[in-house]
């Protein structure tokens, strides 16, 4: 069943980001970094959470709105207060059953609010495929500034990216 995939996709991912969370030391998780113009892996981070929980909130809802996404603040500044709330968010999608329940998309764009009928599935793929993406921002300021963090080899890279590189090795 895809929603099974999709769930052990989006914990993998989850438990890549805990990982970082593990190693960084908390003066470097929240250094604005010139790289990111100003940014800080802890929100990139953030993002990615709230984008997770948004979609969980909205399936109980049967509406998703990542715009109202509630900025919380104590991810970006208490790395165990991440690594719970990464466990947490885990969970909850570990519970996700109804996949092939209709659920409703709200989003503002230019001024203009749109409701998009969408499914759980395709939300969690959004839900990876954008982590995926704050995950490669991550991973180059890594690399560049915080050498001594150790990422798991697939961190930050498309799954389609994956599978072609794969089939290049053959």
């Known amino acids: 069943m895809p929603i099974n995939n999709l769930k052990i996709n989006s914990i993998t991912i989850l438990n890549q980001i805990s ?7 908390d003066n470097d998780y929240s250094y604005q970094l010139d790289l990111l113009s ?3 892996i802890a929100k990139h981070i953030r993002h990615i959470l709230e984008l997770y929980v948004q979609f969980h909130s909205g399936i109980l809802l049967n509406e998703i709105n990542y715009d109202k996404r509630e900025r919380n603040l104590l991810i970006e500044h208490n790395k165990t207060y991440t690594i719970t709330f990464i466990n ?16 409703l998309l709200n989003t503002l764009i230019n001024n203009n609010e ?3 009928k969408t499914s759980i599935e395709r939300e969690l793929v959004y839900n ?18 915080f050498e001594y963090i150790k990422l798991d080899k697939n961190f930050g890279i498309a799954y389609a990216t994956i599978q072609y590189q794969n089939t290049c090795a053959q």
Do not use: P
């Open 88 to 103: 947490d968010l885990i969970s909850k999608i570990k519970l996700i059953d109804n996949s092939d329940s209709a659920i």
């Open 19 to 25: 990982g970082l969370v593990q190693q960084i030391n």
């Open 128 to 145: 990876i495929e954008h982590a995926i993406h704050h995950m490669a921002i991550i991973q180059i300021a890594c690399k560049h500034c």
């Open 38 to 40: 100003g940014n800080t």
């Open 114 to 116: 749109f409701l998009i």
